[in-house]
């Protein structure tokens, strides 16, 4: 168990830029998330940590110790592939003790430490079994068995899910969360996954292009995003952008929609002044704070028709359109309406967000 | 009922196949079984018309004379001293290289291709001036000289063929033993090329092969100390004619450990290690 502290961090295949100025701080027995859409760097960072990428510049620093140019094997790091990387001429057993084989521990201390891990993740039986001989989930335990038995600083997870299919993937995320809470220890996980990310991490860095967009709690960062990139990345079904105008309306600013309609401003907006009429915004609001306008005051009602119907089972989708813009709601399933039915919306403002069309920054006003 | 069953029972029954493998088998077996009976049949039976299939009084005559009198056995053992040394050597060479081409694409793109390329270089265009190296250094006619020639003949197929198995075993599983706690080296020799096993033996037996068979340079490059096995068989071909007992004789010799070799590594040759290294 260490922290981990990556200051100035970048990496360059070539000329080509893959990690663009990190700076990270994870604590001692966080739980870490990196997130982010395919190619934004983050498994060629979590790759940097691990030593299996040299870095271009910067420093990386695990329980107050540079590693910038030690191999992988002294970081006392442990790592889980993608693709498990289980070695197949070894029996499980051997897998799992490789480490401790290659670090020179007594053949009974191997043997123990391989039955505990094994115990805990409930392989005890598949020791004698070959790789090839194993199913999708039992790899992937075996995998994460090599990993703790060295009993490691820091955990090191790439993407270690997605060759998995859906029902095991939920059943291996409840184990890792778990044994997160067990071990305590410093967990770093890479996923595309949105889903796996909010529920796993204590923290999400959430990266694009090379770069990290934002970093907090899964809520922070789903309630307060910082740029539409995170707004429309967290969250599912995705948050409905609706462009618009900012134009005075008497003593404030409203939002006004192509069509001419006017909304006022979301409640984070900050004050705006007559002076920024015109400028080009984007209202952002999840699906879960459009709904029906019965009876609550406190929404901002919208009339409009309904194009689509999507139910899920508990909540219901439905599709209309707002000045051209199609925006979905979530509905109570038992009263959807059906498609061409006339829905009088009600908007949360209080809950949404005003996105800078140009800069793609969610504009907040300073918190009190 | 009972002839449409048998009709389709015989349907079942590849014909043409049959066939064909049996024509086959004749092909390539009547050559050898003709070269073992000339091996024991008197010298009077050779060329005999009608052809003798089976001489009526086999000698082993041949053999003697071919082991001994013409240096066979000789031959013999220096083809294995020096074809087994010079396939160890261009495995190991050749792992070394293959590995840090298929890995680290050492030299680009075009050291792999300028390894193969060597292959296609007539021997008689270099052969003049190793021999001429070889006399100034001593090397001519010498065990080492000849294993340091085969291995350098090689070792292009034994590189490309290693390559193309290298490229095969998924990264992950070396990046894996790196963070467990191997450095490099230990990454290669105790994931990698146990795992490239079946590619490592197939190219060793195409190269041991190669040296077992090879016969311009051995015929330049020595004489009557380090002579190789192939190189025996000029002297079966003189003035008198030609010597068909002891020819075939040393042949039959000499294609025992062709077949112990192809006994021996057949399983690694068929065996595909890699399978549930990763998914799938």
Redesign the interface.
Same mark, same amino acid.
């Given at each position: 168990m260490a922290p981990v502290k990556i200051t100035g961090l970048h990496k360059r295949f070539g000329t080509v830029p893959a990690v663009r100025g990190i700076d990270l701080t994870v604590a001692d027995g966080e739980f870490t998330v990196l997130v982010g859409p395919s190619g934004c760097g983050k498994s060629t960072l979590l790759r940097t940590i /691990?030593? $299996?990428e040299d870095l271009s510049e910067g420093t990386i620093e695990i329980g107050g110790r540079v590693v910038n140019d030690m191999? !992988?094997?002294d970081r006392d790091?442990?790592?889980v592939?993608?693709?498990? /990387? $289980?070695?197949?001429?070894m029996t499980v057993a051997r897998n799992i003790g490789?480490?401790l084989r290659?670090?020179k521990f007594p053949p009974a201390e191997i043997d123990t430490r391989v039955r505990r891990a094994a115990a805990m993740l409930g392989i005890e039986l598949l020791l004698d079994r070959? !790789?090839?001989?194993?199913s &999708?989930g039992q790899?992937q335990r075996v995998a994460i068995g *090599?990993a703790i038995v060295?009993n490691p600083q820091i955990f090191?997870f790439d993407e270690p899910l997605s060759?998995l299919d859906a029902q095991l993937r939920d059943e291996m995320r409840s184990e890792i969360k778990r044994l997160h809470q067990d071990l305590g220890a410093t967990m770093i996980y890479v996923t595309h996954d949105q889903i796996e990310a909010m529920t796993l991490a204590d923290r999400i860095v959430l990266m694009n292009a090379g770069q990290i967009e934002q970093v907090g709690t899964p809520l922070d960062l789903y309630e307060r995003p910082a740029t539409r990139f995170v707004a429309g990345f967290l969250g599912s079904p995705k948050i409905n952008f609706i462009p618009a105008t900012l134009a005075a309306g008497g003593s404030s600013v409203l939002l006004k929609l192509g069509d001419g309609q006017t909304l006022p401003l979301p409640a984070s907006a900050p004050q705006l002044s007559a002076s920024d009429s015109g400028r080009l915004v984007e209202l952002g609001i999840r699906p879960q704070h459009v709904g029906r306008a019965n009876g609550d005051g406190a929404r901002t009602r919208i009339k409009s028709a309904i194009e689509l119907v999507q139910p899920t089972g508990s909540r219901t989708f439905v599709t209309f359109r707002l000045a051209g813009t199609p925006v979905m709601a979530e509905l109570d399933a038992h009263d959807p309406g059906r498609p061409g039915d006339e829905i009088e919306a009600g908007f949360d403002m209080r809950r949404a967000v005003l996105i800078d069309s140009e800069t793609g920054r969610v504009l907040r006003a300073v918190s009190p | 009922m009972i002839a449409n069953l048998s009709i389709r029972r015989l349907r079942r029954v590849p014909i043409a196949s049959i066939l064909f493998l049996a024509i086959f088998l004749l092909f390539i077996l009547v050559p050898l079984y003709w070269m073992a009976m000339t091996s024991i049949k008197p010298s009077d039976d050779y060329l005999a018309v009608p052809p003798v299939w089976f001489p009526a009084h086999p000698t082993l005559v041949h053999y003697g004379a071919a082991l001994f009198a013409y240096r066979g056995l000789t031959g013999l053992l220096n083809s294995v001293i020096i074809s087994t040394a010079a396939t160890i050597l261009s495995a190991f060479l050749g792992t070394l290289m293959a590995y840090s081409l298929a890995r680290f694409n050492t030299g680009g793109q075009h050291l792999s291709f300028w390894v193969l390329s060597q292959r296609f270089l007539p021997p008689i265009a270099i052969i003049l001036p190793i021999f001429l190296i070889y006399r100034g250094v001593g090397l001519h006619d010498t065990h080492i000289g000849l294993v340091l020639a085969y291995t350098v003949l090689t070792l292009p197929v034994t590189v490309w063929m290693m390559y193309a198995y290298f490229r095969q075993v !998924?990264r992950?599983?070396e990046? /894996? /033993? %790196?963070?467990? &706690?191997? #450095?490099r080296w230990?990454a290669l020799w *105790?994931?990698a090329v !146990?795992?490239a096993v079946p590619g490592i033996v197939a190219a060793a037996v195409f190269a041991f092969i190669a040296c077992w068979t090879e016969f311009f340079f051995a015929l330049l490059l020595t004489s009557r100390n380090a002579f190789t096995l192939p190189t025996v068989f000029r002297a079966f071909i003189g003035f008198q004619g030609a010597l068909y007992g002891e020819s075939s004789a040393l042949s039959v010799v000499s294609l025992v450990p062709s077949i112990a070799l192809g006994i021996l590594v057949q399983r690694h040759l068929v065996r595909g %290690? #890699? $399978? &549930?290294?990763? *998914?799938g």
């Open positions: /691990a030593g $299996l191999r !992988p094997k790091v442990a790592m592939f993608q693709d498990y /990387a $289980l070695y197949p001429h490789f480490g290659a670090r070959y !790789p090839r001989q194993l &999708g790899r *090599r060295r090191l060759n | !998924p992950s599983l990046e /894996a /033993a %790196l963070v467990d &706690g191997c #450095t230990q *105790r994931v !146990p795992l %290690l #890699t $399978l &549930g290294a990763v *998914r």
